[in-house]
Every structure is written in structure tokens, then in C-alpha cells.
């Protein structure tokens, strides 16, 4: 048996940790600000499997101090999930319960001020005033109780297990699903509004999400989006994207009895089948790890890896493009269709432009698109008719991948 290293469904390890510099900095000065008093808020997006979830653990642990940044920070940290809230009061109610929690974990509770003893000790029983089969839940009313607190806590917590506190950091990862029926975008304006009523200046917002996020907080409330500094994750670059395999080999090592290798073309072929998308450097390094038997990973193991029944291809088919895996059944129109649109990656193509490109009748490009349409699998630009598009730039790769399976390794290994 051997340890494998590589995570395609979980999220980075701190020490797996590649690239990300720009954000992290830019984050760092998010922290650096509220600290001193001047809160300033960002907002994480990009695709599945970009990476989202990974930076906002990294945060957490450079904002608690467990990891060793540019500036020492000591915020309590709230790692919040909205994807099974119903309303305003269920976003208080999780920050709510969140930073009960990590009051309880890293202070003298006992010798904490009494208001906030109290507070701590009562959440529950406040918890259910706002309670949503009680008749006319009071969300304002909760906001205001919410924002007191933290103004309290700030003012008169004292210090933690660290020392002096800098503030509070709310993480809020998913964020795009709080704001289709909780309306995120209107509970940050309103709430963020009471803390500065209130000279609560030391509490930053960080959230996550789809790149539909930012016009989902502008539809709860127009000028919610400029409250964020945006981050808009990329793909990792070349010498990240071999970092990232060489550190996963270097955990490894430090478990195994035996040490694996990696040849300089494997390493360089992971590049290059990924693209620089995460979870794809992920699953095809777990893949090669997988396949490699003689503890030196080839080209051929990450060929193999790739490519073969329940490979790293059909792996992440599953986990990300379920509905849109196309098997057998599918047609060689809609391979063709497909393949012609996957040169533009996620960018809006015409009909014209496709019939060009994939070589087939119009009729049979149009019943293709109509087809691939209904089944979700491409989007129709409802702005202009006649242009479509694929739904992600990764899908676009994915399917890339799959209809060029390079002939040979070394033409895969072209940059
Ligand atoms: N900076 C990074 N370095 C190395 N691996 C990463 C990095 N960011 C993400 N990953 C890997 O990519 C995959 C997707 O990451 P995740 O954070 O879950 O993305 P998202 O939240 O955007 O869907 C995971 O397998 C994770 O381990
Ligand atoms: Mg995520």
C-alpha cells in the first residue's frame, strides 16, 4: 500500500498550496486595513474547481495566525457555508453560532466581560426568538442584536489565547447559493451598515463564489458588489502547476517507505493536460500516483492515469460534468459541435462559426445545437440569437482533452 497524496476532491492541504501570491497579498491587505480600523471586504470567484474553497482555508489559517504570512494576525474567524439557509435571519444565525463557538474555544470565557457571557451563554434561547415557525420573525431585529455583539466583542472581549485581538474575519464560502433565496446581497448592505453605525470597524466580509455571484449580490441590492474587492482566480501558471506535483511527492515521501520519482516529461505533461486548472493537476497527479508501479512516475503512468477505464478523465466527468458526460449514445453531430466550440473555451460563438469549423450540415449543426441546449450542456446567449457557448472554460478543456486524445505523449507534451 501506498500513500497517494494528491486530493481531487478535497480541498488543498496548506502545504500543497501552490501560486494564489497576488490574491494572498491583496488579501493580506484586506486583513492589514480592518485591523487598523478601515474595514475592507473582498470577494473570491471563479469557476468549479479553481480553487475557491482552498484559498479561503488558507485565509483562515494566515487570519488565526497557523500560517506564517507577511503580517502577524489574530482575528477570530468565522467559516460560514450558506447553502441551506432560507432567509436574512438564518445568515445571523450561523455568524451567530459561529462566533459562539469560537469564543467558547479561544477565550477565558468565564472571565470575559458579563454582557458577553451572557450573550454566549443565552445564544440559543435568542436564537429561537427569531425562530422561523414563530409568526413574524423580527430578521432586523436579529441583525441589530448580531451587530451589538460583535461591537462588544471587538471593544471588550480583551485577549484570546493569542493575545490582543485584531477583529472578526466572516468567511463566506458558497456564497453564491446563499443569494437565490436568502438575498446575501441585501443582508451585507443592511448588516454592514449597523457595524459602522455602531464605529464596529474591525469586522471584514470575505466571500466565495460562482462567477454569477457578483450580478446575484447586484440583484438584492445594487450597490452591494462594491462594497468587495474582486478576485477573480485564474488557472495556475506552468512552474505552479509543477510545484504543486512536486510538493504532493514531497508528503508522500514523508509517509511512504519507499520514495517515488517523477521524470521532468511527466512533470511537464500534467502541465500541459491541465492547463493549469487545480482540480485537474490534482486528478491526473492522483491518477499517475495511482498508476505508477515501479515508484518512478513516466509519461506513460500519467497517460494511463488519464485515460484508462475510471481514469483521472472519467473521474472528473463525474464529479463535475455529470450531467453533461457523453457517452455512446451521443452522436457524432454533437462531438463535432462541441469540439468546434471548445477553441473559444467559455466566450460566446455563432451558429456561423460553428457550421464553419466543425465541417457538418447546417441542419444536422442545429439540430446538435438544439439538442446539447435542452440538455444544458451549452448555454444560448439570450442577449443575441445564434451564439452559444460552453458553461465553463474547464469543461471547454475537459472536452478538449477527450476529443484530441493525443495520438502520441509527446505531442500532449507541446505547451
Ligand atoms: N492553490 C492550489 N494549489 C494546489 N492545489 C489546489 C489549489 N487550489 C485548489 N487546489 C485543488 O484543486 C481542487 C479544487 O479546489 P477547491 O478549493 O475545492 O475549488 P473550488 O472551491 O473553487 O471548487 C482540489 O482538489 C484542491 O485540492
Ligand atoms: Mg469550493
Excluded at 485565509?59 to 432560507?86: K, M, R
Excluded at 425562530?131 to 441583525?143: T, Y
Excluded at 491541465?274 to 491526473?284: C, M, V
Excluded at 451558429?351 to 442545429?366: D, F, L, M, P, W
Amino acid at each position: 500500500m501506498r500513500f497517494n497524496p494528491f486530493r481531487p476532491g478535497s480541498i488543498v492541504s496548506p502545504g500543497m498550496f501552490c501560486g494564489r501570491g497576488a490574491e494572498v497579498i491583496a488579501i493580506e491587505q484586506s486583513l492589514f486595513q480592518t485591523k487598523n480600523g478601515n474595514p475592507a471586504h473582498f470577494l473570491i470567484e471563479g469557476e468549479r474547481g479553481i480553487g475557491k474553497s482552498s484559498l479561503m482555508l488558507y485565509v483562515n489559517l494566515l487570519a488565526t495566525n497557523q500560517l506564517v504570512g507577511s503580517e502577524y494576525f489574530n482575528f477570530i474567524s468565522l467559516q460560514i457555508e450558506l447553502n441551506d439557509v432560507d432567509d436574512d435571519t438564518d445568515i445571523v444565525r450561523k455568524i451567530g453560532m459561529a462566533l459562539k463557538r469560537e469564543l467558547i474555544r479561544s477565550f477565558d470565557i468565564k472571565a470575559i466581560a458579563k454582557g458577553i457571557y451572557d450573550w454566549v451563554i443565552n445564544w440559543n434561547v435568542l436564537g429561537v426568538e427569531y425562530k422561523k415557525d414563530k409568526d413574524g420573525i423580527d430578521s432586523l431585529g436579529a441583525m441589530e442584536d448580531l451587530a451589538d455583539l460583535m461591537a462588544r466583542v471587538i471593544k471588550d472581549a480583551g485577549s484570546n489565547t493569542l493575545g490582543a485581538l485584531d477583529g472578526i474575519l466572516v468567511l463566506i464560502d458558497e456564497a453564491d447559493a446563499a443569494c437565490d433565496t436568502a438575498n446575501l446581497g441585501r443582508f451585507l448592505k443592511l448588516f454592514t451598515e449597523r457595524l459602522s453605525k455602531r464605529e464596529c470597524d474591525r469586522v471584514c466580509f470575505g466571500l466565495a463564489g460562482l462567477p454569477s455571484l457578483v450580478p446575484k449580490l447586484k440583484d438584492g441590492h445594487e450597490s452591494s458588489p462594491r462594497i468587495f474587492q474582486d478576485l477573480n482566480l485564474q488557472p495556475l501558471r506552468p512552474e505552479e502547476r509543477r510545484e504543486v506535483v512536486r510538493r504532493g511527492l514531497v508528503e508522500a515521501n514523508a509517509k511512504n517507505e519507499t520514495e517515488t520519482k517523477i521524470d521532468e516529461s511527466a512533470l511537464t505533461l500534467i502541465s500541459a493536460l491541465s492547463e493549469g486548472y487545480p482540480h485537474f493537476i490534482q486528478q491526473f497527479s492522483h491518477s499517475a500516483f495511482a498508476s505508477d508501479e515501479d515508484y518512478n512516475i513516466t509519461e506513460e503512468d500519467v497517460m494511463d492515469g488519464a485515460f484508462s477505464e475510471n481514469g483521472a478523465m472519467d473521474q472528473l466527468a463525474k464529479r463535475y460534468y455529470n450531467k453533461m458526460y457523453f457517452e455512446q449514445i451521443w452522436s457524432e453531430d454533437y462531438r463535432r459541435v462541441l469540439h468546434a466550440m471548445t477553441e473559444y473555451l467559455d466566450q460566446w460563438v455563432s451558429r456561423a462559426q460553428i457550421i464553419k469549423s466543425s465541417g457538418i450540415k447546417e441542419t444536422q449543426v442545429n439540430n446538435a445545437l438544439a439538442a446539447l441546449k435542452t440538455r444544458g450542456i451549452i448555454l444560448a446567449n439570450e442577449q443575441k440569437k445564434g451564439e452559444y457557448r460552453l458553461p465553463t472554460k474547464a469543461f471547454a478543456v475537459w472536452l478538449k482533452i477527450k476529443s484530441d486524445k493525443p495520438m502520441s505523449v509527446k505531442s500532449a507534451a507541446q505547451p
